[in-house]
């Protein structure tokens, strides 16, 4: 068995002190360790490193970060599909769900074939210039169209299936994924979805009309947007990893992906305990 480590970059030394006691256990396992190479020397200088991509052989990824790190881990997997496992060392992170000592129990569980897998749905999102896609990208949470500089409201014409449905005029818009639901969308008011729920989530940011409501779509659903005038520094961002300008005359079209995230499943917590300890749900 071989398990990829990705870790987030500036914790203490503690932290890095834990998770080389970590790579030591699995040794011992006999688990072969790979590391990202950017933070073997921190971690253990020891390790087998990897650049850009995690290897096709791999048969887990453990993340230690926050959800950022969890969505650039998600980035090194590209269309692979290897389970991933998140480990809190962050902040707020409901992607990353497990904390440091679960994670020997749910590595045996991994290693033992007992461990409980959910699927993700993700998001394809291309922009077409004069009918040629020039950017196609994967996206776990969501993709993010708005003006690239400074908050300023932007037109955006928007179809569903080809349909017409409005043209929102907003700081920009935000198309998640249910994994998504609880991220930039949730803090732009949109709705909190179960995350193995596959939906398409469209929600305006900070819409210049009022009545333009987030709204949840079929996963089949396959959402065209385009600018309405031409307008400088609008660009798309996607899982917050990457950004590419959209120009008047492009079309940007989102739909499910062909390819879903697999995570392994925290044994100690729901998910909706997890959005009580996140969210601090009643708490006074």
């Known amino acids: 068995m071989k398990i990829a480590l990705v870790v987030k970059s ?49 048969d887990t990824v453990v993340v230690f970060g926050g959800d950022g790190t969890f969505l650039w881990a998600i980035r090194l997997i590209g269309d692979k599909n290897i389970p991933l496992i998140g480990v809190n060392i962050g902040g707020l992170g409901f992607l990353t769900e497990i904390t440091m000592d679960e994670l020997y129990t749910v590595t045996d569980l991994v290693i033992s074939g007992k461990a409980t897998y959910e699927k993700r749905m993700r998001l394809n999102a291309r922009i077409f210039e004069d009918d040629t896609s020039i950017m196609s ?12 500089t400074i908050a300023r409201m932007v037109s955006l014409k928007t179809s569903v299936d080809h349909n017409y449905l409005t043209t929102y005029k907003a700081d920009g818009l935000i198309i998640s994924t249910s994994t998504g639901s609880t991220a930039y969308s949730m803090a732009s008011g949109g709705p909190i979805v179960h995350p193995t729920t596959d939906t398409i989530i469209l929600t305006p940011i900070s819409p210049h009309t009022l009545t333009n409501r987030p709204i949840v779509l079929s996963p089949e659903a396959i959402v065209e947007i385009e600018l309405e005038k031409d307008e400088k520094d609008v660009v798309i961002t996607c899982d917050g990893q990457v950004s590419m300008p959209v120009k008047k005359g492009n079309k940007v079209l989102i739909s499910k992906s062909s390819h879903y995230t697999t995570v392994i499943k925290s044994p100690f917590r729901s998910y909706f305990q997890i959005l009580r300890e996140k969210l601090k749900w009643g708490e006074r």
Do not use: C, H, W
């Open 10 to 58: 500036k914790k203490s030394d503690e932290i890095y002190q834990e998770i080389k006691r970590f790579t030591e256990y699995l040794d011992k396992r006999g688990i072969t360790v790979v590391i990202e190479d950017s933070m073997a020397d921190t971690v253990n200088p020891s390790l087998v490193r990897f650049k850009n991509s995690v290897p096709g052989d791999t």
């Open 137 to 148: 990208y994967d996206v776990l949470n969501d993709a993010v169209i708005s003006k690239g």
